[in-house]
């Protein structure tokens, strides 16, 4: 990349050079040959070395004065010259230089040249995202947020230069390039080892897919997520291995049906998802009988019927533009809703919720408020579509508001940073939901009213070294010594197992007598302390070897003879 | 025809050409080598490196290479002459005209590396 830079720079000075190197040939030439008169009359000329001389400081416009003798009058004719020949030639080539710095070409080549190198610098684990969309910029945000590190990569140089106002936590390497160019994931280290996933969130998706199928062939081994909006298109990123496809319109349907059907399991998702120290959510028990109202029936709007008449709610749909949109079976009222006519049409004043699920904002807002007026007790779900209307959006009075990009965001998030997690969250969805408020309740018992952590423990000699080196020597270790404050036993760590992974079976809420073997992988949620203490016991044999013994006494003589003496 | 090729063919055989009438002659004897041509190499020399900028082919850097090799000499040439002629005794004596003269006869081997070069090229695109 470098080379390109300095052949572009020598390219471009050529003709700027050369028409120096020619006038300062013609200047000493003109020297040269017209004689100068000495004061007693006798004629002289320049010689070569005393012409250069003068050119090089009349040029640049130094001048010293009439060198080696004074000048003859014809002399100083063809000095007065040459002056501003040259100095139009250096204005010319210093302009054009200065042109270079300013070119697009160049400064690009330069900017993927310092991004080249960052890239190179990179010695820790981190994400390729291509596309710095809402949903990009959420990711990248989250990620950067819980202290891991990303690659930004989006076709727009105004999105690149979103990722520098951002302000995330992390120094964010992004250039404005096209993903589709396979050398383009090359130079953002997608064959490097560090490089943990690649994630494509394009707004196109034959983007996304061309993408995937390049990040699959040049490494293999890096997972890859990708956003697709189509059957064809997933069903074709599924076939070359990509590992996780997203469908950000059934994703936010299913998250919406989650929160009709299952308060506690979409309270659990809230919960386990969010951010460090953020304020927990109080459970919302959305009304299920009676009538809802749909506004918006695009992809999103298909998608979340979809979901709706599957649990056997009715619904009413309202969209503005069903020429474009196509009309749903049942009840279908052509409008926007924001205005009181169509909603009364919908039967408002008899409806107990209603989703603003269009892709404007304001017609969202609009809509809400609309419906409120007509009906107070009303519940309401808001589509939120765009970061920046977050303020307002939470202000307008909506039981749940609903960000996609973030949904989708939260979602790759834990596929490829938890994967656990999200292992968790598929077997939780299959239980009913009486099941997840058991699960809510046991969590919420541990914790106060801030998010709790969420971690991953594998049982190998790096993350447990003294529980991997207990087993190896035939001790047995089981999941609730893990448990115990490693301070003192009798007080348990305020945390809960969520999750047992043991080669190919997966066991949610495992049960505290279980031994602990090689390999196995847990998942914990619960105060960030516990999880700082659980360290000590995973990682220092003498702690855990306290949590283990349940008879002896390890402290010292002395330790008990100051306890003897109350001083303990 | 390309009009650049004539005039960066013209400046390399140009280069050559002056390079060898500055040569010629007795080797050590300042008479047969007169100062203005000598000049002129250089000028010309000069053009013919910056023609030679930026071109990514292995000929062209090869070129580039050669070219370069011819200005270095030359200058080195240049710099003997001056200090000989305006510093001390002020006179070019055979010992100084002999190593000016070989320093410009190796920029002519240089020279002529180059058109061979250029003319392997063009062999070549005919083909």
């Given at each position: 990349m470098m080379d390109n830079v300095i052949f572009l720079i020598l390219r471009r000075m050529r003709r700027p050079l050369i028409t120096l190197v020619v006038i300062y040939a013609v200047a000493i030439i003109g020297l040269l040959t017209i004689p100068g008169r000495l004061p007693d009359g006798t004629p002289w000329r320049m010689d070569i070395f005393h012409a250069f001389y003068f050119v090089s400081f009349m040029s640049t416009t130094i001048g010293f004065g009439e060198v080696p003798h004074e000048f003859s009058d014809a002399q100083r004719i063809w000095v007065t010259l040459v002056i501003y020949v040259?100095?139009?030639?250096?204005?010319?080539?210093?302009?054009?230089?200065?042109?270079?710095?300013?070119?697009?070409?160049?400064?690009?080549?330069?900017?993927?040249?310092?991004?080249?190198?960052?890239?190179r610098k990179l010695s820790e684990p981190f994400y390729l995202i291509c596309g710095y969309g809402e949903t990009g910029g959420t990711l990248a945000r989250d990620m950067t947020d819980r202290g891991r590190h990303v690659v930004v990569l989006d076709i727009s140089e105004d999105a690149i230069n979103m990722t520098k106002m951002a302000n995330l936590r992390d120094d964010v390497p992004a250039l404005a390039v096209d993903a589709r160019i396979p050398q383009a994931l090359v130079e953002a280290g997608l064959e490097r080892d560090q490089c943990d996933g690649v994630i494509a969130v394009t707004n196109d998706s034959w983007a996304n897919l061309k993408i995937a199928l390049t990040a699959k062939l040049l490494n293999p081994d890096t997972p890859v997520v990708c956003r697709a909006e189509s059957a064809e298109v997933e069903a074709n990123m599924a076939s070359f291995g990509t590992d996780h496809i997203i469908d950000p319109f059934e994703t936010f349907a299913l998250h919406l049906s989650t929160a009709l059907q299952a308060p506690c399991l979409y309270l659990l998702q809230q919960w386990l998802s969010g951010h460090e120290n953020e304020m927990l959510s109080e459970p919302i028990y959305p009304p299920r009988e009676g009538q809802w109202i749909l506004c918006g029936y695009g992809r999103f709007g298909k998608a979340v019927y979809r979901r709706l008449r599957q649990e056997g709610i009715d619904v009413v749909v309202v969209e503005a533009a069903p020429e474009l949109t196509g009309r749903s079976e049942g009840r279908f009222i052509e409008g926007v809703g924001t205005e009181a006519v169509t909603l009364e049409q919908a039967h408002v004043a008899h409806a107990v919720g209603l989703v603003a699920g269009t892709d404007n904002d304001v017609n969202n807002l609009s809509?809400?408020?609309?419906?409120?007026?007509?009906?107070?007790?009303?519940?309401?779900?808001?589509?939120?579509?765009?970061?920046e209307n977050e303020r307002i959006a939470h202000r307008v009075g909506a039981d749940i508001v609903m960000y996609p990009s973030s949904i989708v965001a939260n979602r790759i998030r834990s596929l490829l940073v938890t994967p656990l997690l999200s292992q968790f969250i598929g077997l939780a969805s299959n239980q009913d939901d009486a099941w997840a408020c058991r699960v809510v309740s046991r969590i919420s018992g541990v914790i106060g009213e801030r998010a709790p952590a969420v971690w991953e423990v594998t049982i190998d000699d790096e993350q447990a070294h003294a529980v991997y080196q207990h087993i190896g020597r035939g001790h047995r270790p089981l999941l609730h010594h893990l448990l115990r404050d490693p301070r003192d036993r009798d007080q348990r760590l305020d945390c809960v197992p969520l999750l047992l992974a043991r080669e190919q079976s997966r066991e949610a809420m495992p049960s505290p007598d279980t031994p602990l073997r090689h390999g196995d992988q847990l998942l914990f949620t619960g105060r960030y302390r516990a999880r700082r203490r659980m360290e000590w016991t995973l990682l220092n044999e003498h702690a855990l070897a306290y949590a283990m013994d349940d008879a002896s006494d390890h402290r010292t003589l002395l330790g008990r003879w100051f306890e003897r003496l109350g001083l303990q | 025809m390309n009009p650049e090729k004539v005039v960066f063919g013209f400046f390399i055989v140009l280069a050559l050409t002056l390079n060898f009438g500055f040569f010629v002659g007795e080797f050590d004897n300042p008479e047969h080598h007169h100062v203005y041509e000598f000049f002129a190499v250089v000028v010309v020399n000069i053009i013919a490196t910056i023609l030679k900028f930026g071109d990514k082919t292995q000929m062209g850097a090869v070129l580039l290479a050669t070219s370069l090799v011819a200005v270095l000499q030359l200058v080195a040439a240049a710099v003997i002459w001056t200090i000989a002629a305006h510093t001390g005794e002020r006179v070019i004596t055979a010992s100084v005209m002999s190593s000016i003269v070989s320093l410009s006869g190796g920029a002519m081997l240089a020279n002529v590396v180059s058109v061979v070069l250029l003319v392997i090229e063009t062999v070549m695109m005919r083909r």
């Open positions: 040259s100095v139009i030639g250096w204005l010319y080539s210093i302009g054009t230089l200065l042109s270079l710095l300013q070119d697009k070409a160049f400064k690009q080549a330069l900017t993927e040249l310092r991004f080249a190198k960052h890239i809509i809400i408020m609309t419906a409120k007026a007509l009906n107070p007790s009303l519940f309401v779900i808001l589509r939120q579509n765009l970061a | -």
